[in-house]
Every structure is written in structure tokens, then in C-alpha cells.
């Protein structure tokens, strides 16, 4: 815990100096109408450098041994993050419901261990269901790939 | 006055279509408040885009009665499964789980959706009497008065959210800085893009939203390795009624629940502090406290009262003032922009029958609301019991769809599962997320209010305090920044006064 509490207090400081400088390059000073773009920016950069000295300051003398994830609780949490990171670069190219069949059959396949049959008309049905409910009743488009243009949809 | 708008706001809330939307708003947020991952907040982000071709009056009906049924939702999880949807049904579970345990279930359910409504309607009343009021005063405010709300807004986050103070003000910070990103409307300038052409419409909040309590909600939940295998309940009308019967006896807590709710509630983050402050004033002006815990019907009605009467609540600033108290008004506040209002004081002479309609269809919906819960547990509980394997991925891709929707973009996909990820580190390490979402909704609004009283003012910050609303506010926001650094000094100094009492003997 302690090392992530100091790392993501890294992570911030250094997106804390980067703002306060760009904030600086666009002036922070008073213009011709106002306080300029980098005003506003800048003292929330300051303050915000300001409170992440004083966590990093109490995460140093606090020991905390409490590990951020244990070793069996990562597993299902990159059961999750991971499909669902493989399902956004599937929708990039296939669209959204080739996406959708192929992530939910994959769950219900190999992580729900359902029969084939029940994968596949799950899987099958609920792009099904979503495409009338956005593309035709709330005429909501859904990102489309090359099986829709060659369906004609 | 006040009484001839709220009928024009009945006629509005009460034609059929608006009373359809308010009913699919209500089945579709029970249905979202049960689903783990999913809440308030981000159903209204899911939904939002859906409502774009939509009246405003109905799009904000659907979305209120949405916010109603998830709030509702919480109380089946939090009583049968023992898991709170929301931090404020945290209470709810002392009591409530072990009542089902009990076999009581019904019963608690029953308390709790009454207690719901209880505590709902008596902040849609008070809604009802000060909204006209307040806004009317609003009218009169200037950018310094705008920025001293603001921060008040933020402080009471820092002195009364009862997170990490440093880490809530960092939250905070994270969130204007966001909504800095982007083009800066006053001096036409390219802030913080760093040539990066993505960058330049800056981050949408409600793919935040959707990423931060979606996507990170359920990385926690699976990581926690929650089974949802809960208590079963017996709901029939006889229960109902057996529980009604015994409901008036406790009018008391009822009533405090509901006052500490509203005076909480209209101030942000002020749900879950109001939940548990009504459950410790229920036990200890209770004659039996040795039962609270244990299964106490008592200590189930005090937090969900105290909790909806806050839920209301949040969205009197909203409705008035143009501020959200809460992540979910925040992105109704979100929608208003879209369908084209300006939300704010203005809002009660331009559009009556919006503001009307909206405050109305609270009383409907809630009516609903109850109904339907009472009705539906069943249904509802069963949904929890699908397996993880079909939730899981439907979850994610209605997310998907939501963050898609908004701008029909891909980024914004990616943007969400980013956010994903951050906001399950940031809730690990105890980094607030509601005030970063505020923030990034209301960044550009406080900082044009600090720009135009900085204007009027030649570049003194004092006018802050100089003006008397915005410095009597201003004083307020200074307090509960100050409480943190405050109250353990002041709690020593009470112990070294106290302390030498007994010794005097």
C-alpha cells in the first residue's frame, strides 16, 4: 500500500509540474482581459504540489504492509480489465456488435463454462437486441464494421 | 404562487407519456441500482445520450425517476446481500441484513422502501417550498457570490466527507485541472493539449463517470470476490401491511431522519455522513440500544430515511443555483446543457413548465417509485443471482455503448476504460472520486466566476469577502476548509479542560 500511495503520489506530482509549467508558458499574469489563460491552472497545480508534499510526507513515516492487490485477487480483476481492453480493440475494427458477440461468447464460454448452445444464443442475442434498441429505436449509431457494410446495414 | 406552478408542474408530470418515462425510469434504475458496478451516476451517464432527440421535460423526468429507482435498488442489495450499492446504504446493512437473515427480509425491505419514501417526499416538499425562494435570491448574485458557492461546495466536501482531507482536496484539483484541458473560451487560447489534437475538446465528463463508478466499481467488486448468494425474502401484501402498522411508531426517527437528511443533503457529499448521523442519534434515543445491530427495524428506517431525504436534497442547488450536490445532479446538470437549458435561477422564469415538471414528476416518481419496489423484489433480487460470467460483460458493454454514444467517438471508449483504471487505484488508496467528477462538470463555470470577480475587483482576491452574501458564504467555505487542520486540536484541547475534573475529587 505504501509503495502505491508514494507512486501515485509521483505519478501526480510530476502531471502537477507539467500543468504548472505549461500554466507558466501561457502566462499567469493579468492580460487584456484578465487574469490569463494560465491563471487558473497554475494555482491549482500549486496547490495541489502543496497537499501531494504533504501525503507523500506522511506515506514516508507510515509503514503500511498491507500489499495494494494480493496474488489471488489479481487474477479476477484482470479477468476483467483484460477482455474487456481486448473487446474495445475488437469493436475499433470489427464495430461494436461483432465486438459484443465475441466478448460475451468468450465469458460465457470459457469463464461461465456454459454448453455451446447457450454461449452461442446468448452471445448471438444480445448484439441482436441492442442493435434494434439503439440503431432503430433511439436511432442512437453504434461504431459499425466491415460484417455490417457487407450485410448492408 | 407557489401552489398554482406546482399544479401546472402536475399537469406536465401526470400526461401519459410522462408517466410511461417515469415509470421505465424507475423499473431501469431499481434494475441498475441492483447490478453491481453500476449506480445512480452512471446509469444517468449510460442513459444520457439516449435522450438527446428527447423533450427536455420528459429526457429530465426519465432521468430523475431513474435516479429515484437506483436509489431504491441500493436498499434490496444492501438488506438481502449485505453489500451496499453506495457508500450511504452502508448503514442500512447494520440492521437490515441481519433482520433477513432472520427470515424477516420482507419486513426490512418493506421499512426500508417506506422509510425511502418517507424521508424522499419530505425533501421534494421543502424542495417545493424554498426552490422558488432560493432561486429568486440567486437572481441577484454575481460572479463572486457564484465563486464563493463554489467553494463551498468543495469545502464541505474536505470538512465533512470524512475521507482523507489532503486526498479529497487533491481529488478536487485533479478535476479542474481536467476541465481545464481544452480551449479556453475567454482568451481563445489551446491550454494543456500539448499539440496533441485529441486533446483539444477536452475530457468529457460523462465517459469520467461512466469509467470511474462503472468500470472501476466492477474491477473492485470481482477483486473482492463477492458471491452474490443472499437471504430470500418473504414479500406479500400481508407483510406489507403487518410492517406498515408497526411504521408509525417510529415517527419520531422518521422526522429526524428526514431533518438531518435535508440539512445534510443540500450540501455535497452530505448522503453517507446524514445516513450514519441518523442511525446514532436512532440508537442512542432508543430505548433498546443493545438491539442495534443485531436486526433493529429502527436502525433500518433511520438511514434510509435519513439517506433519501439527502438524495433529494442534492438537487435543490442543482435545480437553483446551477451546482450539483451529488455526481448523479451533476450529470443531470450535464444534460440540462445539452438539451439546450441554461441551467441556474433563470431557469424558474424561462422555463416554469421544465422546473415545474421536474419537481412534480419527483412526487410521481417516487409514488412509483415505492410501488414498484414493493412489488418487484422478487424479480429484482433475482437478477443479482445470474451469474457473474453473463453480468460481467454486459455491464462492460452497456459502458462501452454510454462513453461511445456521447460523441460518437472511440477515444472516449478508450478514455473509460483509462478512467476505469485510475478510479479503482484511486478508491484502493482512498482519493475521493465524487469531488473529482464535480469538479471536472463545474471547472469551467467556477473559473470564469473567479476571472469575472477578479475583473470587477482590478485582481483582489478580498472581494470575496468584501460583498456580504458572497463573503458570509465565503466565511463558511474557509471554516470547513480550516476543519480538518482544526478539530484535532480542538477535540485535545476539550480533553485537557475535562480532564482535570475527576482529579478534583
Avoid at chain 1, 505549461?22 to 499574469?29: D, F, M, N, S
Avoid at chain 2, 461546495?153 to 476541465?179: C, E, H, N, R, Y
Avoid at chain 2, 438539451?339 to 419537481?359: C, D
Wanted: glycine content about 12%; charged content about 10%; overall charge positive.
Amino acid at each position: 500500500m505504501r509503495a502505491a500511495d508514494l507512486i501515485t503520489a509521483a505519478v501526480l506530482l510530476i502531471g502537477g509540474l507539467v500543468v504548472a509549467w505549461e500554466a507558466v508558458r501561457l502566462g499567469i499574469g493579468w492580460g487584456t482581459e484578465g487574469p490569463r489563460s494560465g491563471f487558473f491552472p497554475f494555482w491549482l497545480a500549486v496547490i495541489m504540489l502543496g497537499a501531494l508534499a504533504g501525503i507523500v510526507a506522511r506515506a514516508w513515516r507510515r509503514a503500511d504492509r498491507r500489499p495494494f492487490v494480493s496474488r489471488e485477487s489479481l487474477r479476477p480483476v484482470l479477468t476483467v480489465l483484460l477482455p474487456a481492453a481486448g473487446f474495445v480493440v475488437v469493436m475499433e475494427w470489427l464495430g461494436f456488435y461483432v465486438a459484443a458477440f465475441l466478448y460475451l461468447a468468450f465469458y460465457m464460454r470459457w469463464l461461465g463454462r456454459y454448453p455451446w448452445p447457450m454461449a452461442a444464443l446468448g452471445s448471438f442475442a444480445f448484439p441482436m437486441l441492442t442493435f434494434w434498441v439503439f440503431e432503430r429505436w433511439f436511432l442512437v449509431p453504434l461504431p459499425k464494421g466491415p460484417i455490417e457494410a457487407w450485410l448492408g446495414l | 404562487m407557489g401552489l398554482e406552478n406546482l399544479l401546472l408542474g402536475f399537469q406536465v408530470a401526470l400526461q401519459p407519456g410522462n408517466l410511461l418515462f417515469a415509470v421505465v425510469g424507475v423499473a431501469l434504475g431499481t434494475l441498475i441500482g441492483v447490478l453491481p458496478g453500476l449506480g445512480g451516476a452512471n446509469g444517468v451517464a449510460i442513459l444520457l445520450p439516449l435522450t438527446f432527440s428527447m423533450p427536455p421535460t420528459s429526457a429530465i423526468i426519465l432521468l430523475t425517476s431513474l435516479y429515484w429507482g437506483a436509489l431504491f435498488g441500493g436498499a434490496i442489495t444492501s438488506i438481502l446481500f449485505n453489500i451496499p450499492g453506495e457508500p450511504w446504504s452502508v448503514a442500512t446493512t447494520f440492521d437490515g441484513f441481519p433482520l433477513a437473515r432472520q427470515g424477516e427480509g420482507g419486513q426490512a425491505l418493506t421499512a426500508a422502501f417506506t422509510s425511502s419514501f418517507v424521508g424522499a417526499l419530505f425533501s421534494v416538499i421543502l424542495i417545493t417550498l424554498f426552490a422558488p425562494l432560493l432561486a429568486e435570491v440567486a437572481l441577484k448574485f454575481g460572479p463572486p457570490e457564484f465563486f464563493a458557492i463554489q467553494l463551498l461546495t468543495f469545502s464541505s466536501f474536505i470538512g465533512l466527507g470524512g475521507g482523507d482531507p489532503l486526498k479529497s482536496l487533491v481529488s478536487i484539483l485533479i478535476g479542474f485541472i481536467m476541465a481545464a484541458v481544452g480551449l479556453d473560451i475567454v482568451t481563445g487560447q489551446l491550454r494543456l493539449t500539448f499539440g496533441i489534437t485529441e486533446l483539444m475538446k477536452g475530457f468529457d465528463f460523462i465517459v469520467a463517470v461512466i469509467g470511474l463508478f462503472g468500470i472501476s466499481e466492477i474491477l473492485l467488486t470481482m477483486e473482492e470476490g463477492l458471491s452474490f448468494k443472499g437471504a430470500r425474502a418473504r414479500m406479500n401484501p400481508r407483510v406489507v401491511w403487518e410492517t406498515w402498522k408497526i411504521l408509525p411508531r417510529y415517527y419520531r426517527t422518521f422526522l429526524r431522519g428526514s431533518l438531518i437528511g435535508f440539512w445534510m443533503g443540500f450540501k455535497p457529499g452530505g448522503a453517507t455522513p446524514a445516513s450514519f448521523m441518523s442511525y446514532a442519534f436512532a440508537k442512542r434515543f432508543s430505548k433498546h440500544p443493545e438491539r442495534f445491530g443485531k436486526g433493529e427495524l429502527e436502525g433500518v428506517v433511520a438511514p434510509e430515511t435519513a439517506a433519501h431525504a439527502a438524495g433529494g436534497a442534492s438537487l435543490l442547488p442543482m435545480i437553483t443555483l446551477g451546482i450539483p450536490g451529488s455526481p448523479t445532479a451533476a450529470v443531470m446538470l450535464g444534460g440540462l446543457i445539452i438539451w439546450g437549458l441554461q441551467p441556474g435561477p433563470m431557469l424558474f422564469k424561462e422555463k416554469p413548465e421544465f422546473v415545474w415538471g421536474l419537481i412534480a414528476s419527483m412526487y410521481t416518481g417516487n409514488v412509483i417509485g415505492v410501488v414498484m419496489v414493493l412489488a418487484l423484489v422478487p424479480l429484482f433480487a433475482a437478477i443479482l443471482r445470474a451469474p457473474f460470467a453473463v453480468l460481467t460483460p454486459l455491464i462492460v458493454a452497456f459502458c462501452a455503448i454510454g462513453a461511445y454514444s456521447v460523441h460518437s467517438s472511440m477515444i472516449d471508449v478508450w478514455y473509460m476504460l483509462v478512467f476505469g483504471v485510475i478510479g479503482y487505484v484511486f478508491k484502493k488508496l482512498d482519493y475521493p472520486l465524487a469531488p473529482l467528477v464535480l469538479a471536472l462538470v463545474l471547472g469551467d463555470l467556477a473559473e470564469n466566476a473567479l476571472r469575472q470577480s477578479l475583473i470587477m475587483s482590478q485582481g483582489s482576491l478580498l472581494i470575496l469577502f468584501e460583498r456580504p452574501i458572497a463573503g458570509a458564504i465565503s466565511a463558511v467555505a474557509v471554516f470547513f476548509f480550516a476543519l480538518p487542520i482544526v478539530a484535532p486540536y480542538w477535540r485535545r484541547m476539550r480533553r485537557t479542560v475535562e480532564a482535570p475534573a475527576p482529579a478534583e475529587r
